[in-house]
């Protein structure tokens, strides 16, 4: 990859993400109504923090940060750069201010772009950006999960982005059946890809046979309005206990009436077949026993991937999030970017409308706790053969 199109990549994701924002007012963007989601200042400074303390700072020998204090405040989760903000916390954060953080922005963007234009990169230097660029891409995806539950909360609702969130898919679903067999699966390439999704490796499966399309609103409808959310006999325990004790009743941004749904482009009449979107593994687990069928495992769906339709919603496996035979995390604090998350999580597949442009593979491995449903995540079934 030549410098032009690094530098080409960067400047348009930094603004991608600063255009997301752009319809924002400063009181939405210090609001957190939950601990899994973050204040979209938050986001701004974040992604520019990642910048600044995994290239700048160490590439660049003559650097000096842009606020000391700017390094504790938007740490994330990396134990190994120092002190951090607890997470819950980051919407108590009222400054910098957001005219401080877009400041923050250009500050480091022009000096990420001054150093590529004016220092060969090593290897490793061209890694971390690329890794930079790729991980500001999920802030964009984040952002717009993050500010859709946000502005959930509003009754004034201001419509900020059409994503195609109701856009209907054919209700036609044709079943593809695969042969037992030793496939292979994971990343084998030397282009960017993230350390979960190495090595490249052989899986045994047995014969099974999986849906072309997601499972659309119409269906899950039939699904609340069988009972299924007050049958156990369909629910892992730990998920039948999560919906009786947070009371659950239907997707995320759904009206209990099941007549509305909320938007990042207004309330709208429930789309009956445009995919069923917002819920967590459980209900997605859930249904498929419903439905007589069973959520794929993560291998089934890659090697199923090339003759699927996939790209609206991330999709739930069965599979835990483990890593494969022979993984190694990176060298390093950015180690800890995958890792250390393989415990208590399931995998999903895909990508989703939220998604950045290209910034998906059909070897990705997206992750999430089982009862997190404010992303774009949805349902695709599957069954042995």
């Not at 400074?45 to 606020?67: R, V």
């Not at 059946?177 to 960017?192: A, C, L, V």
């Amino acid at each position: 990859m030549s410098i032009n199109t690094i530098i080409n990549q960067f400047s348009a994701t930094r603004k991608q993400t600063e255009q997301i924002c752009a319809f924002l007012k400063p009181e939405d963007s210090v609001l957190q109504p939950s601990e899994d989601v973050s204040p979209p200042k938050w986001h701004l400074a974040h992604s520019t923090w990642f910048f600044e303390y995994f290239f700048l700072i160490q590439f660049c020998k003559d650097y000096q940060p842009f606020n000391h204090i700017y390094l504790t405040l938007f740490n994330s989760y990396y134990e190994g750069a120092g002190e951090k903000v607890n997470r819950n916390m980051r919407g108590f954060l009222s400054r910098p201010t957001i005219d401080d953080i877009l400041e923050y922005r250009y500050y480091i963007t022009q000096k990420v772009c001054d150093y590529i234009q004016k220092k060969p990169l090593s290897d490793k230097a061209k890694f971390v950006l690329l890794l930079g660029i790729n991980h500001e891409q999920q802030h964009q995806e984040l952002l717009h999960s993050d500010i859709k539950q946000i502005m959930s909360f509003n009754l004034i609702e201001t419509p900020l982005y059409n994503l195609g969130e109701t856009d209907e898919i054919t209700t036609t679903n044709d079943w593809i059946t695969f042969d037992e067999g030793i496939y292979i699966i994971g990343h084998g390439g030397n282009d960017f890809h993230f350390d979960n999704e190495a090595p490249q490796h052989k899986i045994y499966l047995h014969p099974f046979e999986i849906a072309t399309n997601l499972v659309s609103n119409r269906a899950y409808l039939e699904f609340i309005q069988d009972k299924g959310y007050q049958t156990p006999s369909l629910w892992h325990q730990e998920g039948y206990h999560w919906i009786k004790s947070e009371h659950i009743t239907t997707p995320m941004y759904w009206r209990e009436d099941c007549s509305k749904i909320f938007t990042l482009n207004g309330t709208k009449d429930i789309p009956l077949d445009a995919p069923v979107t917002h819920l967590s593994f459980y209900e997605a687990s859930a249904f498929a026993l419903w439905a007589g069928k069973r959520l794929p495992s993560e291998s089934e769906w890659e090697v199923a991937a090339s003759k699927l339709h996939y790209g609206l919603r991330w999709e739930w496996t069965n599979s835990a999030y483990l890593p494969y035979p022979g993984y190694k995390p990176w060298k390093g604090i950015v180690g800890e970017y995958n890792g250390k998350f393989m415990i208590n999580q399931m995998v999903l597949r895909g990508h989703s409308i939220a998604t950045a442009i290209g910034h998906t593979r059909p070897t990705y491995r997206n992750f999430f706790h089982p009862h997190l449903r404010w992303q774009f995540n949805g349902i695709r079934l599957a069954n042995d053969k």
